[in-house]
Each structure stands twice: as C-alpha cells, then as structure tokens.
Nanobody
Framework: QVHLVESGGGLVQAGGSLRLSCAVSGRTFSTIAMAWFRQAPGKEREFVAAIDWSGSNTYYPGSVKGRFTISRDNAKNTLILQMNSLKAEDTAVYYC????????????????WGQGTQVTVSS
C-alpha cells in the first residue's frame, strides 16, 4: 500500500508563494506517476499538475501554468509543488496523488491519495 502525506499548506497573501511537499512511502517512488489536485468548498476536485516517473515531463492546466511548478526527488521519495503569484482563487485543499498513468489529469487515473493540506490565499 502506498502512503502519501502532504505538508506545507498555510495562509498567504495574494501575490505570495508557498511550497507544498508530499512524502511517499510503501512502494518504489520512481515507479509512480504523480500529480497534484485541489478542491475548493462546493467544487469538484480539480487537476493542478502532473509529472512522469522520471521527472522529465510535466503537464499543467492553463489556470496555473507559468505560476506553479511540479517536481520530484526520487532519491528522497518526495513530490514538490512550488506555487508563485498566488491568487485568491487558488484557495483550496491540495492533494497529492499517485498512479500508473503518466501525466494524467483525471482523478480516476490515480490510485493513491494523501489526506490534503489547506492553502488559503487572502486578497
């Protein structure tokens, strides 16, 4: 069983930055495709970023492209989401997810999920 634990959320002013981490255990990290999703109150879970097994390829939706960067450290079993130029609409619970489909943007493509970390951006 794969275990994912997010950290790094918090309260930040609009225009600021946050760095989220996801610690992964239970399986060889370099064999797992990873992604970040987010869910705001009353809304569906939304794709934020994906990265392939090697870390060489990434994928973002237009809403975060150019502001967010996903990366991974396979030696440390850690997934990172660097978020810059944050906006009020980025406020949500952020989840890391793991699966076997590289660069997937659909929640059904991921088998493993963390518990989430709250990100609140004040305007």
């Amino acid at each position: 069983q794969v275990h994912l634990v997010e950290s790094g959320g918090g309260l930040v002013q609009a225009g600021g930055s946050l760095r989220l981490s996801c610690a992964v255990s239970g399986r060889t990290f370099s064999t797992i495709a990873m992604a970040w999703f987010r869910q705001a109150p009353g809304k569906e879970r939304e794709f934020v970023a994906a990265i392939d097994w090697s870390g060489s390829n990434t994928y973002y939706p237009g809403s975060v492209k150019g502001r967010f960067t996903i990366s991974r450290d396979n030696a440390k079993n850690t997934l990172i989401l660097q978020m810059n130029s944050l906006k009020a609409e980025d406020t949500a619970v952020y989840y890391c997810a793991g699966g076997s489909v590289g660069l997937g943007s659909n929640i059904y493509e991921y088998d493993f999920w963390g518990q989430g970390t709250q990100v609140t951006v004040s305007s």
